[in-house]
């Protein structure tokens, strides 16, 4: 039964892709079988990340990877919906497809571009592409645009093709990564945290003990509203409250942190505090380090969460070549107290959370969510917790040079770091 439901999603994903790929590039105007036209506003509002793809770097990031054609083709694709529910099954197959591609490709299983293989950027950028394209399609029929985005977004995240396979005696690991961000700063800028999800989805490792274990990944936005929305939690609850072939035995967010090394965090804080420091779409947490705030929707929980990965035994095993510490650095409000004070050695009792190691963005809030719901669905003794990688440094001077060897080195270097944290992180202890 498995094998013949993974043949029949096989199938209506290529049934559906061949079709819209069939379709002309950029087409702007297709007739409906009703008459009805359908066509793309050149003035649909963008938000301010989608601005940034005026910036032709984006497109040649995009077309670094052989991704072009995704882009081209995807307004001609949404042209072939008909319906509500076509456009569904448009999103979801799209949204795979690019998921999978970019998997292939960062694993070196499908040639394409000059760019390095593990480069995360341009799964990134075609995705913006192409929710910009969702953005300026204007059906024949009533649709939920903004219920649409998020399945092509969940879909290309990953969210939707992160099942294991189930094999007994296989540890199963589930992991998190990031997009780029501070993009105004530098618009070439990756994300080692994103390269490694993408390089290690799906991939069978042996574990520091000698066991095996299946990796499965996700890549997650930088952007509040999605995390208000419940994306950490669609994305972990599956791997958590599923059956036992389903369910992870380790679980870990990973993000970029500081330059130089890699840090486990001792703390994840449930506070946001990173004003005026903004996500991707130029949006303020409404939290800053006087005055912290809880996120939307976030359901109950301790102001502070301990990491219950083994880390004495990672920073003991994995020192090259970035060393690995602990950081159980925190900033609290007191008991009783107003002002927020760091402290080195943990939270006291009775505080408010303003920061945990990574923080008070959505480094921390991911471990913090993440780890909350281990908890609420019962999962406690899974461990679990958050591994920051070193700044993703190397790129080129000149500003119109996409990559270069160091930074095409440091990349592979960080991703590699992370396999090894994870093959010493989840060994049984």
């Known amino acids: 039964m498995p094998l013949r439901r993974a043949a029949s999603a096989a199938a209506l994903l290529a049934t559906v892709l061949s079709t819209a790929l069939a379709a002309p590039a950029y087409a702007d105007a297709r007739p409906s079988d009703d008459g009805a036209t359908c066509s793309t506003s050149a003035t649909a509002p963008l938000d301010a990340e989608q601005a940034r793809l005026g910036d032709a770097r984006t497109t040649a990031l995009v077309e670094g990877a052989g991704f072009g054609e995704f882009v081209r083709r995807f307004p001609a694709a949404l042209c072939t919906a008909r319906r509500p529910a076509d456009a569904d099954r448009l999103l979801d197959a799209w949204g795979t497809s690019l998921w999978q591609t970019a998997v292939r490709r960062a694993q070196g299983r499908r040639p394409g571009g000059d760019l390095a293989p593990g480069d995360d950027r341009p799964l990134y950028w075609a995705r913006l592409a192409m929710t910009a394209a969702l953005a300026r399609w204007e059906p024949a029929f009533p649709v939920d645009r903004a219920a649409l985005r998020t399945r092509f977004e969940d879909a290309s995240r990953g969210l939707t093709d992160n099942a294991f396979r189930g094999t007994p005696g296989v540890r199963r690991i589930f992991i998190s990564g990031f997009d780029p961000f501070g993009l105004d700063a530098e618009l070439r800028r990756g994300n080692p945290s994103g390269s490694a999800a993408l390089r290690l989805n799906g991939l069978r490792i042996t574990l520091a003990d000698g066991t095996p274990a299946e990796i499965r990944a996700v890549?997650?936005?930088?952007?509040?509203?999605?995390?208000?929305?419940?994306?950490?939690?669609?994305?972990?609850?599956?791997?958590?409250?599923?059956?036992?072939?389903?369910?992870?035995?380790?679980?870990?967010?990973?993000?970029?942190?500081?330059?130089?090394?890699?840090?486990?965090?001792?703390?994840?804080?449930?506070?946001?505090?990173?004003?005026?420091?903004?996500?991707?779409?130029?949006?303020?947490?409404?939290?800053?380090?006087?005055?912290?705030?809880?996120?939307?929707?976030?359901?109950?929980?301790?102001?502070?969460?301990?990491?219950?990965?083994?880390?004495?035994t990672v920073t003991?095993?994995?020192?090259?070549?970035?060393?690995?510490?602990?950081?159980?650095?925190?900033?609290?409000?007191?008991?009783?107290?107003?002002?927020?004070?760091?402290?080195?050695?943990?939270?006291?009792?009775?505080?408010?959370?303003?920061?945990?190691?990574?923080?008070?963005?959505?480094?921390?809030?991911?471990?913090?969510?993440?780890?909350?719901?281990?908890?609420?669905?019962?999962?406690?003794?899974?461990?679990?917790?958050?591994?920051?990688?070193?700044?993703?440094?190397?790129?080129?001077?000149?500003?119109?040079?996409?990559?270069?060897?160091?930074?095409?080195?440091?990349?592979?270097?960080?991703?590699?770091?992370?396999?090894?944290?994870?093959?010493?992180?989840?060994?049984?202890?």
Not at 244 to 253: H, K, L, M
Not at 277 to 299: F, I
Not at 376 to 395: K, Q, S
């Open 316 to 429: 003991a095993a994995v020192q090259a070549p970035y060393p690995v510490r602990l950081n159980s650095a925190v900033t609290e409000i007191p008991a009783g107290a107003a002002a927020p004070v760091d402290r080195s050695d943990g939270p006291t009792p009775g505080s408010r959370a303003v920061a945990g190691g990574g923080g008070g963005y959505l480094s921390n809030e991911v471990a913090y969510r993440s780890n909350r719901l281990r908890t609420e669905l019962g999962r406690a003794d899974v461990p679990g917790g958050h591994l920051h990688t070193p700044v993703l440094t190397g790129l080129p001077a000149d500003p119109q040079a996409l990559t270069g060897p160091e930074f095409d080195e440091n990349e592979s270097a960080i991703a590699a770091e992370v396999r090894a944290v994870l093959e010493h992180a989840a060994a049984r202890p």
């Open 219 to 312: 890549v997650l936005p930088v952007r509040y509203g999605d995390f208000d929305s419940g994306i950490v939690e669609r994305a972990f609850t599956p791997r958590l409250a599923g059956g036992s072939p389903d369910r992870a035995d380790v679980i870990t967010t990973v993000s970029q942190g500081y330059p130089g090394l890699f840090t486990l965090e001792d703390w994840a804080g449930r506070s946001r505090s990173a004003d005026p420091y903004p996500d991707n779409t130029g949006a303020l947490s409404g939290g800053t380090r006087e005055h912290p705030v809880t996120a939307p929707g976030l359901g109950p929980g301790p102001e502070f969460i301990r990491t219950t990965l083994p880390a004495d």
